[in-house]
């Protein structure tokens, strides 16, 4: 039995909001995986519950015509991984999120809670981070969008406003065409354990001129938040593909990125590791791109 | 705490089950306690160890992590739905052959993961299979037998398939 003082059903987006603002001691649960842990631990007992699992419009994932892509918050990874419009226009996502824990709980989480747990160890925010993704955020009036990087706060903190859900997370067009992308997860065990480092490189390459158009990195569990690295990006932009510019994405990334000690790993490792995994995600993304990465 | 209970009319193992669960419950204190179905294993009850594994919808979920109230419409098999007349399924047959059992605790939770794996129809490298199995944790087999057990039912199956 879980320790759950009372628990309310919302079927659709305004009843959620409603319900949250006559019970502003209520958590969101979708798919649970944090939530009930929590609960399980004590760190939660005692909580009320607003159920967002029926509301049918934060579930699946669109195309618009705009050629932005929406991705509903409560879809669950395994939805996310088979999908075909992420697998023809964003693959790299549907990959990232098949590294969470094992099938059953892939089943289970949904991006949302992914995002809104606001944890660095999240196998699908670096990815989010590096495609520049956009949050929907519902308060039952307008609501509001906001970049996905500035809705982390700090470690464990999202931007999540008393009576406000994620409903969405919307990739622009302008952000994915053209880019390729690839997430390295690097933890002690190949399943059911949680990233030590990870890192998520999406790039753009001019294959006939064999030039590093654009790129974005971001790397998990490396900061207190999701940590995208503005300054090797901008040094490695316009530079020509070959051994020279994976020797500085090595050296920039292990200078730019301030992972701590903890018992998963040491400070020194991680950035060895950071250094390895960002040459080796930005090689396959050229790859990716068509290129000869050599 | 607060006692509140709920109806649930779900579909168990291809009967329809109507019951009233507390909120608090999770679906695998609903499956043993209320109907009984005792092959569904409490282990860590966190979602770690995959021995609760259910499938709902034609899709495996550890039920330790999932509320009872959720499984509202849904369609739900544990491993008592599975034999048919008495006569074990293949994958089951296979277990026992292959001697992917030994105290047995994870042997439910494995063979539904199994069992939705072999029914999506699809032949995967034994690396894959483990990926599509590292929901289920065994303490005692060292999993080699089980994947072996998967490995042999996927490959018969494909054989039948190209016989046809
Ligand atoms: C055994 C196990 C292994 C795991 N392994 C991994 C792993 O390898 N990688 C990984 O990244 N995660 C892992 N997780 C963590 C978890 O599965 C994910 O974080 C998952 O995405 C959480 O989603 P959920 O829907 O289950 O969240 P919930 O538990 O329902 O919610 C999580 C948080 O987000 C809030 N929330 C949820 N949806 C919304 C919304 N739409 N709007 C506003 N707030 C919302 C909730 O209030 C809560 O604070 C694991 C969990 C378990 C139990
Ligand atoms: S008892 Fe459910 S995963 Fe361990
Ligand atoms: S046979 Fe004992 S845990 Fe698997």
Known sequence: MYDIENYYNAGTIAEAVELLKEHPDARIISGGSDVLIKIREGKFAGTSLVCIRDIREIKGIERMESGDIYIGAGTVFSHITNDPVIQRWIPVLGEAVDQVGGPQVRNIGTVGGNICNGAVSADSVPTLFSLNAMLRLSDGKGGRTVPIRQFYLGPGRVDLQPGEILTHIVIPEREYMGYYGHYIKYSMRNAMDIATLSCSVVSKTDVSQGILEDIRITFGVAAPVPFRCEKTEAALKGMPVGEELYDTIEKMVREEIHPRDSWRASREFRLQIGGEIARRALIRTIELAGGDPS | ?164
């Open chain 2, 1 to 164: 705490m607060k006692k509140q209970m709920q109806l649930v009319q779900c579909t168990v193992n291809g009967k329809e089950v109507a019951e009233y669960v507390d909120v608090r419950e999770s679906l695998l204190e609903m499956l043993r306690n209320r109907l009984g179905l005792t092959s569904v294993k409490k282990g860590c009850e966190v979602g770690e160890c995959g021995a609760c594994t259910v499938i709902v919808d034609g899709e495996t979920i550890d039920s330790c992590i999932y509320l009872a109230v959720w499984a509202e419409g849904k369609n739900i098999r544990t491993l008592e739905g599975l034999e048919k007349n008495g006569e074990l399924t293949r994958i089951q047959e296979a277990f026992i052959e292959e001697g992917a059992i030994q105290c047995g605790f994870c042997t439910p939770g494995f063979v539904m993961s199994a069992t939705v794996l072999l029914e999506r129809g699809e032949k995967l490298s034994r690396e894959a299979i483990k990926k599509q199995m590292s929901g289920n944790l065994c303490r005692c087999t060292g999993y080699h037998n089980i994947i072996n057990a998967v490995e042999k039912v996927m490959d018969e199956n494909f054989e039948k398939k190209d016989e046809t």
